[in-house]
């Protein structure tokens, strides 16, 4: 197995490089090339060529390898599927939007949860990510935009200096709360390496309840979104087996308990599934007028914005996209009560990308 670099800390590293017969000075220029995300040995252009050989043979930069990228029409969304040391393969996606530059970042490589309307968790639970691994999604991201592969600076929204990662989001494949010691380790890291403010981190859960307490423990001001998907426990429940085990009024509660700690607002999913019906029509299953009363009524007085998700198709899975109206006619009622929600946009359809559509693609083609 090849030494990961990124892994060591500065007097390792220091050692690996005098132990290959190399000046100590080597050592700070490699660290440079890795804290910005080199991908590999030969985009170190300050390495000697015959160094950066030497290194290849015997080492690697960070403990994922970029297996590919794709980049949706727009330009704006980027997907990398990187390869981990044990050949298990995740996802990160990076999307320029107006208000800075997002990571979507996977915690696990795959899931266990079992939601039924989920690609990620088809192939059931691999492992946990450790610290370092997630931490390295940020950096492929960074050096993207960066764009040091290429010598030429991508701008998001031609902003010459917006080519920083600015927002973290854990919404990628598998259950943060189930990784928290990771999850949290890596969110310390991006706040101390690179500066990235707790207020622009968000950990979206299905609602592993301890794992939320274990956030209020922590006491970082980062955001909280919750899974919710349904607005009474039975229907719930047939979505999430999680539901089986932490009910809908215990995950709002600790939910509640953690945005009123650091006067935040709680993010609520909610993903609008239809179901397809005998006479090919579409059925509403989640998202019937009624659901949407119901959902009014549980997050009223709570200070809670609603991302509502019209489904993303996954072939494996047997739901239907309910139609634009039936998505407004939802958003409409629960405006009317008084409740904060937007339907979130869609990046990067196109490539696979999108909510829940994050699965190992490569297995498939
Ligand atoms: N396990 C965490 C984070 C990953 S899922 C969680 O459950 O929150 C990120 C979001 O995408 C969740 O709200 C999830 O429910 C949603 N999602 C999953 N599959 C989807 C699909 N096919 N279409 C739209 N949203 C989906």
Redesign the pocket.
Known sequence: MKTVLFSLTDAELQKFITDLGEPKFRASQIRDWLNRGAPDFNSMKNIPVMLREKLDAVAQTMPVKIVKKLVSGDGDTTKFLLELNDKEQIECVLMRTTYGNSVCVS?QAG?A?G?K????TLLGLKRNLTVDEIFSEILVAQWELRGCESGKQIHANGDPNNNDVSHIV???????LQNTENVIGFLERANHDLNISWRRMTV???GIVPGIYDLIKWGRPINL???L?APVDELRSTVMPINNKYKIAEVLKAADEFTKLHNRQLMI?Y?LLGKNGKNGETELYNCTPEYAEMLAKLLTGKNCMVNL??????DE?DFASPSGNAVHRFQDILIKNGIHCRIRRERGTDIGS????LRLNNKKD
């Open positions: 915690s899931c949860m939601c309307f989920c690609a990620s854990v919404m990628g494949t598998g259950e943060p979206s859960t299905c979104a919750i899974s998907h999913e993903i998700i019209p489904w993303n198709a996954v899975r999108a909510c829940g559509q």
